[in-house]
Every structure is written in structure tokens, then in C-alpha cells.
């Protein structure tokens, strides 16, 4: 349950962090992001490399790198204190990541009106290039995160040792 909860209310940090973002750079509702070379294109998600960062400043686009980073780093730190073993804690790890981004963008949706739709396209991710896509993209692959990262989080440990709930 505390991977559940801390994940949500991560994902409320996350989307505060956006919307303050948005509102002092003017976001407009979708991000135009021209001129970039393809590097990999899933047809789901696309794999970019931008001429021009999609944010004002380079300075700008290097915290944000680093936020994400922290994000990572938090939600594996998160992982390893709730599960004894490689596996619980690759399930944790997916539990958490999946509740962020989910509540992430309910409560981008509540607090600024955004997504418009599952279609509305989204930067996902800046590293370690720029992933682009449909926001229904992150909600798919989340949702199996969710459900698989349980399974591998519950299951047992076959060692014997005793099992750590989160």
C-alpha cells in the first residue's frame, strides 16, 4: 500500500511541477515540437532528437533533465526499502512508477484541464533523447506496469526468507 501511496502523491508533485512549468512559459495546450530527426519511431512512441529544446532556456531543459533523474532515482530508492530481493523489488519499482504516472496525468487533468484527450501528444521523457507520443501511450504500458509490477512485488520469494510488505 505505501508504493501506492507514495507513487499517487509523487504523481501530484509531478503534475504541480507541470503545471508551474506551463504557466511561466505560456504553454498553449500542446507542445509544437518542429524540426527534430526521428531516431526510432514504435508508431506508439517516438524516439527524437529536437533541434530547438522544447523548453525557453538550455538551463531550463538541463533541470528538468535532472529532475527526471531524481524522479528515477527516488522511485528505485522507494523500491529497494519495501522488498528483500531482485524481484519484489523490480515489482515494487514498476508499482511505483506506474501509480506516478497515472496520477500524473489525472491530476494534470484536474488542475490545469489537461489532456484534452488520450490522443493528445506528450513528452514523456528527455532521456536520454526526447520520447513523443499519444498520452494513451503511458496509460497502456502503465497500467500493465501496475498489474505485473504486483504480481512480481507479492509473489513469494522462493529463498525462504520472510517478505517485506510495501
Keep these: 500500500m505505501s508504493l501506492i501511496i507514495f507513487g499517487t502523491a509523487f504523481g501530484f508533485v509531478e503534475a504541480a511541477v507541470v503545471y508551474y512549468l506551463r504557466e511561466l512559459i505560456k504553454f498553449n495546450a500542446n507542445y509544437a515540437i518542429s524540426n527534430y530527426k526521428v531516431l526510432l519511431n514504435l508508431g506508439f512512441i517516438t524516439f527524437v532528437s529536437p533541434q530547438h529544446s522544447i523548453?525557453?532556456?538550455?538551463?531550463?531543459g538541463d533541470v528538468e533533465v535532472t529532475r527526471e533523474a531524481a524522479t528515477i532515482v527516488m522511485l528505485a530508492c522507494i523500491s529497494?526499502?519495501?522488498?528483500?530481493?531482485?524481484?519484489?523489488r523490480l515489482g515494487a519499482f514498476m508499482v511505483s512508477f506506474a501509480c506516478w504516472d497515472l496520477s500524473y496525468y489525472l491530476f494534470l487533468r484536474i488542475l490545469d484541464n489537461w489532456p484534452g484527450s488520450f490522443f493528445t501528444r506528450?513528452?514523456?521523457f528527455l532521456i536520454p533523447v526526447t520520447w513523443i507520443g499519444?498520452?494513451?501511450?503511458?496509460?497502456?504500458i502503465c497500467?500493465?506496469?501496475?498489474?505485473?509490477?504486483?504480481?512480481?512485488?507479492?509473489?513469494?520469494s522462493t529463498s525462504g526468507s520472510a517478505h517485506r510488505s510495501g
Excluded: E, Q
Excluded at 55 to 60: A, H, M, T, V
Excluded at 80 to 88: H, I, K, L, M, P
Excluded at 143 to 156: E, Q, R, Y
Design 143 to 156: 497500467t500493465a506496469m501496475l498489474i505485473l509490477g504486483v504480481m512480481l512485488h507479492l509473489k513469494p
Design 80 to 88: 529497494f526499502v519495501t522488498a528483500r530481493d531482485w524481484r519484489s
Design 55 to 60: 523548453l525557453p532556456s538550455g538551463r531550463l
Design 134 to 140: 499519444p498520452v494513451i501511450t503511458p496509460i497502456v
Design 122 to 124: 506528450d513528452v514523456f
